[in-house]
Structures are given as structure tokens and as C-alpha cells.
């Protein structure tokens, strides 16, 4: 059985990893769209695309610790990445369409989309295949 401190110890590893997958995707994008021109969008999803793979490693490696780390963790997490991208989507379209505005919407989000993808990543994407025991260690 786990303890809450090691719940509060995996949640600040997932903030600070978070943090650093953050800006991996700002400083990609601004790097790709400065340097080759690129048009924002694909510049984005280019940064995106960089700060799934650091976000996956750190997770992996200094949030969770895998002991036993498996191809199916990555599609797991690729998984998670991408419905997370869908879930802030829809957030922000619902959000703004009902006159909120973009403010409230990254708030939503902001609230709403990392405690579900630190709960999903921890019980779902980084636990052992098997589902006969967690891969988790503290």
C-alpha cells in the first residue's frame, strides 16, 4: 500500500516534468517557426509533438519510476497525450462558444486537464502491463 507521501512526491515530480514538457513545446515551436518559417500551427504541433516524448521519459523515469518499462507504456501515454489534447479542445470550443471567453477556458483547463492526466497516467498508463501489480515505485 501506498503512502500519501508517496502520492504528494509522484503529484510535485508530475508538476515539475509537466513544467519541463511545457516549455520544450514553447521553445520547439518558437524555434521552428523562427528558424524555417513554418506556419504556427505546424510549428505547434511540431513543439507538441517533442514535448510528448520529454513528458514520457520524465514521467516514466522521475515521476513514476518504472522498474520495468515496456513498449505498451508509450503507446499508453501517446494514448493519454492525445486525449488530453481533446479533452482541452473541447474545453476551450465549449467554453468560447458559450461566451466565457479564452481566459475562463485556460482556466478550465488548467483546473480540469492535469489532475485527470495525472490520475489516468498513474493508474492506467504507466502500471504494469500485466495488471497483475502496479510498476509504480515511489
Do not use: E, K, Y
Amino acid at each position: 500500500v501506498q503512502t500519501d507521501a508517496v502520492w504528494l512526491g509522484q503529484i510535485a515530480r508530475f508538476a515539475v516534468v509537466g513544467v519541463a514538457a511545457t516549455l520544450t513545446h514553447v521553445v520547439v515551436a518558437l524555434l521552428v517557426t523562427t528558424m524555417t518559417g513554418l506556419a504556427p500551427l505546424l510549428a505547434n504541433l511540431a513543439g507538441f509533438g517533442v514535448a510528448v516524448f520529454v513528458s514520457f521519459w520524465g514521467h516514466l523515469r522521475v515521476t513514476f519510476r518504472v522498474s520495468d518499462p515496456q513498449p505498451q507504456h508509450l503507446f499508453r501515454f501517446i494514448v493519454l497525450s492525445l486525449v488530453s489534447l481533446v479533452v482541452s479542445s473541447l474545453i476551450t470550443a465549449l467554453c468560447t462558444r458559450a461566451g466565457g471567453g479564452m481566459g475562463l477556458a485556460m482556466g478550465l483547463v488548467t483546473l480540469i486537464v492535469p489532475g485527470a492526466s495525472f490520475l489516468a497516467a498513474r493508474l492506467w498508463a504507466f502500471t504494469n502491463i500485466t495488471g497483475l501489480r502496479n510498476g509504480i515505485s515511489r
